[in-house]
């Protein structure tokens, strides 16, 4: 079981940014690829941004605003998150999955969550 830790989720104003961090037990990335996902209250957990060693996804909503990226000598992978909007806040959470294994599905690890709240 991979072990997954995030940080950096905070209070934001709208248009303003944050940085979430997510450090992983190990080699996490020579087996898995790496994801954030969010949930919002009343919503189902949804996949933000994903990375392989093929390059990186995200979901519409995010694009040109988001950006995933990763620093495998210190296990570690990032979420830049640029001109937030109020509809951005939910806890967001760090997940390392098989390779291979669409984005859709609820597997692998999970780190415990951090939450990003965008308010004025």
């Known amino acids: 079981q991979v072990q997954l830790v995030e940080s950096g989720g905070g209070l934001v104003q709208p248009g303003g940014s944050l940085r979430l961090s997510c450090a992983g037990s190990?080699?996490?990335?020579?087996?898995?690829?790496m994801g954030w996902y969010r949930q919002a209250p009343g919503k189902e957990r949804e996949l933000v941004a994903g990375?392989?060693?093929?390059?990186?996804t995200y979901a519409d909503s995010v694009k040109g605003r988001f950006t995933i990226s990763s620093d495998n000598a210190k296990n570690t992978v990032y979420l830049q998150m640029n001109s937030l909007k109020p509809e951005d806040t939910a806890v967001y959470y760090c997940?390392?999955?098989?390779?291979?294994?669409?984005?859709?599905?609820?597997?692998?690890?999970w780190g415990q969550g951090t939450q990003v709240t965008v308010s004025s």
């Open positions: 997940n390392a999955r098989p390779r291979g294994t669409g984005w859709g599905s609820q597997v692998g690890s």
């Open positions: 190990g080699s996490i990335f020579s087996l898995n690829a």
């Open positions: 990375i392989t060693s093929g390059g990186s």
